[in-house]
């Protein structure tokens, strides 16, 4: 056995910020000074970045990736007696905001190599109520698009993109978040493009749509004082959008190492028995938000000790698939009714997974799942 001496942890945030600490410290001290903390430039220069780098005219700031998918849905007018169909292998966030708004979420299985949900399904789900879809690209995978807008336009289903965890992943060379009819990010800090605290946005083509968010996310105000709607507060601050400016600039090398750590485990793990290593479909460019392997034979929990033993800090995303949580018990799913979810819940293992992992902790990683499994 190696005894390490490192402890190698699931991510690390800390890490990030001493490599652009000057920049940073920098640009908060300037918001301070400027007594401009909600809105302004700041924010307004964060839209259009953003915007550009996902390649659509409108993009909308809001406070975290829950509220982005709140606002969608709202902008699309979803509610009551509506259906929404998404996944059941997400975080709540994702089938909470259905229920937030008083639609309904439908759960339907996975794919067991890309953990995204399986399009089949999504189409076999579809009833005169569904009225929209949400698309998770989990673990920073891309859904196949193509296929999905198709069975959306067939069905003229609005496709609201979960890019939680895919902030610069593309299908077919498009940047997701630009494929559906919205896209909703969020900037929490371990995802790939995280601020310092809360944040999110929410991206669009439609002028409309973006201007529809605008007043939701403002109380639903159009002109000062006057509410047409019943809104929300939801508000990126200017410290969090002048960290984001900056980080914006970097997102794509960061992703780029993380293809490099996940190619160079996969190297490894693919010839591993026992283990399945994460598969991307052709077409997708991930970035890798987690390096998520499926651990056979009921291992999952001993080798996440073992390895924890040599230093390798692991974590579980997700234990319990979510058409089995208690909150959702009134929807009468059963145990079994969505076995691949519910097999990967039991498997799933995500490694250190974050830009700044070293070759040396990357070595650590693969000798001691090696170690473990010999
Ligand atoms: C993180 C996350 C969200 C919610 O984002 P917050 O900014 O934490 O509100 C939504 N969906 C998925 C898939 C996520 O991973």
């Given amino acids: 056995m190696i005894k390490s001496e490192i402890s190698i942890p699931a991510f690390d945030i800390k890490q990030q910020y001493t490599t652009i600490e000057a920049e940073v410290s920098a640009a908060v001290l300037e918001v301070l000074a400027s007594g401009r903390y909600i809105g302004g430039s700041i924010v307004e220069g964060f839209e259009q970045k953003f915007a550009a780098y996902t390649g659509v005219s409108e993009c909308v700031a809001c406070n975290s990736g829950t509220d982005a998918l709140y606002l969608a849905l709202r902008a699309f007018n979803i509610g009551k007696g509506d259906?929404?169909?998404?996944?059941?292998?997400?975080f709540i966030a994702t089938s909470e905001v259905i229920s937030a708004v008083g639609a309904k979420p439908v759960f339907v299985d996975i794919n067991a190599t890309t953990f995204n949900f399986d399009l089949q399904q999504v189409a076999a789900a579809i009833t005169p109520n569904t009225k929209a879809i949400i698309p998770v690209h989990l673990f920073g995978q891309p859904v196949d698009m193509t296929a999905l807008m198709s069975i959306a336009e067939a069905h003229n289903l609005v496709v609201i993109e979960d890019c939680a965890q895919s902030t610069g992943a593309s299908w077919n060379g498009q940047k997701l978040g630009s494929i559906g009819h919205i896209g909703c990010f969020s900037f929490y800090p371990t995802k790939n493009l995280g601020g310092c605290?809360?944040?999110g946005a929410i991206t669009t083509n439609d002028p409309q749509i973006a201007a529809k968010l605008r007043i939701l996310k403002e109380h639903g105000q159009k002109t000062r004082y006057i509410y047409e709607d019943i809104g929300i507060n939801s508000r990126l601050d200017a410290i969090q959008a002048a960290i984001l400016q900056i980080k914006l600039r970097y997102l794509d090398i960061w992703n780029r190492q993380r293809q490099a750590i996940a190619s160079r485990y996969h190297q490894f793990i693919n010839q591993v028995p026992g283990i399945i290593a994460p598969q991307e479909l052709a077409g997708g460019e991930g970035v890798w938000n987690q390096y998520t392997i499926r651990v056979l034979n009921e291992k999952r929990d001993s080798l996440r000790s073992q390895l924890q033993e040599r230093g390798v800090n692991t974590m579980i995303y997700y234990p319990r698939p979510l058409h089995l949580q208690p909150v959702y018990a009134s929807l009468g799913y059963q145990t079994g009714q969505l076995p691949i979810a519910e097999q990967?819940?039991?498997?799933?293992?995500?490694l250190p997974m974050f830009p700044e992992l070293s070759l040396e902790e990357q070595d650590q990683v693969?000798?001691?799942l090696k170690d473990c499994l010999s």
Avoid: N
Wanted: net charge negative; glycine share 10%; aromatic share 10%.
């Fill in 83 to 90: 259906e929404v169909i998404t996944t059941p292998f997400t």
């Fill in 197 to 199: 605290g809360d944040g």
């Fill in 344 to 350: 990967a819940s039991q498997e799933v293992l995500s």
């Fill in 366 to 368: 693969i000798y001691s």
